[in-house]
């Protein structure tokens, strides 16, 4: 064991003089140490994977802060341990939000009204069908299929004001028509 | 990417010189010495420095802010660096400076009272304190902070605390050099509180300002 220190110890303190072979041994070894060390701490290979990367960049980087002649494994294991802790409080952190996405959807569902979302919509349809082929397609392709009114215009041959136009104004009728429906309700 | 391609670019690209934390500390005690030295010439020593270093008290305040401020800075430095981060006797090394700051604070504090009770009223002031916690905060404070970042700190906020502790430790340590200001309530309202809440901003602030 000791003798693997002093030769993490030589191999960084050659990297250090440039040796690139030395550079690339020692991160070999380092890797195979941070396998043990996150496999025993972290239970999904891609996980262990994606973070044994960000280890060794943070090795490479803070690599000018290593002391020729101290040992290299508290050196090295403090950046991992300081990196594991971030890992897992940026973790913990998504868990939350996802919960918390989680639950807004579950109380969403529970109160989703289907009668009443089933009736408008019923409504909308109807007053869809009480508009013009022509203004009914432009809704139809601006307003429920996301077209642009340049897109819009492009498809049906109007210009893109006269397709605005015509837009707003079939909006306009449906919601006098939804009004209409509502007083009469 | 695969990790081993990973491993095989970081080979590929130059050494990086060693630094070590005591040089830092070496260049940062001589910066904040100049600009002491710069302090005292621009504004001129208080005028009755010989006589109050005549008292106890004065003297041992000085002397455990200076105290104060050095242990931080050293420590700061010392516990940014990934060898020392995980070891034990260092974290409690680190609370020494705070000791020796409070310490100061309460001897001040006691024998103030003790050989002048009058010095509890507020006597008029001026804006030169703020100036000069600016001045250390910006140009001591934010080389340490920035010098600091580049030794890849692994204990973040209590680096951060330490080097503000240091910076205004030695703005208060100049304050008692060049502003002729004996009040104790001067001290506690414009010397110490801001001291505390500079510290506690740098540590709430040490993950980001240190961010590597």
Not at chain 1, 75 to 100: M, P, S, T, V
Not at chain 2, 146 to 173: C, D, E, H, Y
Not at chain 2, 195 to 211: Q, S
Request: aromatic share 10%; net charge positive; glycine share 6%.
């Amino acid at each position: 064991m000791d003798q693997n220190k002093a030769t993490l110890s030589e191999l960084m303190a050659k990297a250090q003089q440039g040796d690139g072979v030395a550079y690339k041994d020692l991160l070999g070894q380092c890797r195979l140490m941070l396998f043990a060390l996150l496999c025993s701490r972290l239970h999904n290979d891609a996980q262990v994977e994606d973070l044994i990367q960000e280890i060794l960049i943070s090795l490479h980087k803070a690599r000018h802060t290593y002391q020729p002649g101290r040992p290299f494994q508290p050196w090295l294991f403090g950046i991992a341990n300081f990196r594991l802790k971030d890992h897992f409080r940026k973790h913990y952190k998504r868990l939350d939000l996802e919960q918390a996405f989680a639950t807004s959807i579950e109380e969403e569902k529970h109160n989703f009204d289907v009668t009443f979302w089933a009736s408008k919509s019923e409504e909308l349809a109807e007053a869809l069908d009480g508009l013009p082929p022509k203004q009914r397609q432009l809704v139809q392709l601006m307003k429920i299929e996301g077209y642009t009114a340049v897109e819009v215009a492009g498809q049906t041959g109007m210009t893109p004001t006269a397709v605005k136009v015509s837009v707003h104004r079939s909006v306009k009728q449906i919601k006098q028509t939804f009004k209409g429906t509502g007083e009469n309700h | 990417m695969k990790t081993t391609d990973l491993i095989e670019s970081l080979a590929l690209q130059p050494a990086a010189v060693p630094r070590s934390p005591w040089g830092l500390v070496l260049v940062a005690m001589g910066l904040t010495g100049l600009l002491l030295f710069g302090l005292g010439s621009v504004y001129g020593y208080r005028p009755e420095l010989w006589d109050r270093m005549g008292e106890p008290w004065f003297g041992l305040n000085l002397g455990l802010l200076l105290l104060s401020a050095m242990a931080s800075l050293v420590v700061s430095c010392l516990i940014a660096v990934p060898h020392f981060s995980l070891t034990q006797r260092l974290r409690l090394f680190a609370l020494l400076p705070f000791v020796l700051w409070s310490v100061s604070l309460a001897v001040s504090l006691v024998l103030t009272l003790a050989t002048n009770p009058e010095s509890i009223r507020p006597e008029p002031w001026d804006l030169f304190c703020v100036q000069n916690f600016m001045v250390f905060l910006l140009l001591p404070g934010a080389f340490f902070l920035f010098q600091i970042r580049k030794l890849a700190p692994t204990q973040p906020r209590w680096s951060s605390g330490l080097a503000v502790l240091a910076a205004t430790s030695m703005g208060n340590f100049s304050l008692l050099l060049l502003e002729q200001q004996n009040s104790i309530f001067h001290q506690i309202v414009c010397h110490w509180s801001p001291t505390m809440m500079f510290v506690l901003l740098g540590f709430c602030c040490g993950k980001k300002m240190l961010r590597w």
